[in-house]
């Protein structure tokens, strides 16, 4: 099912870093992703096939507290827009079918880029893709 949070966060940005190129997801939504028993472990993940991206749940802000001006529910969206941000240059790479587009690798880095300059952000490189945009600083705010 469809978050009307994470959805509205693709929306402003595909139009704001992407120009709005890139296809509507069938599906973006909060997973369980960090279930050590199911073998994954990752912050989000873009599914090429069905065209969605899942971001997990641990990062879910609670909006009203966010309203109200709380720093770790703050954290979560900036953490959850930067996840976002990442899943989308995986679909953009895939979309435009770039060689190898699922790593984080040269396609990845060229798609993210020019996001990264509009984002007003440090490039990611080959040492950085697969943690870029950096979250470190919105992590600190919580523990997972």
Do not use: C
Request: hydrophobic content about 40%.
């Amino acid at each position: 099912m469809t978050d009307d949070l994470l959805l509205s966060m693709w929306t402003e940005i595909n139009a704001a870093h992407f120009g709005g190129t890139l296809k509507p997801l069938a599906e973006i939504s909060w997973l369980p992703l960090s279930d050590e028993e199911e073998g994954i472990d990752a912050f989000g993940i873009y599914f090429p096939k069905s065209n969605a991206i899942a971001i997990d749940e641990r990062f879910k802000p609670d909006e009203t507290k966010v309203r109200a001006g709380d720093p770790t529910e703050e954290a979560k969206l900036e953490v959850t827009y930067r996840l976002v941000v990442h899943e989308m240059v995986h679909q953009a790479a895939r979309q435009r079918q770039l060689p190898r587009p699922g790593g984080h690798g040269e396609s990845f880095i060229a798609v993210a880029a020019p996001v990264a300059v509009s984002l007003g952000t440090e490039p990611p490189t080959a040492a950085t893709a697969d943690r870029w945009p950096d979250l470190l600083p919105y992590l600190a705010h919580f523990r997972l």
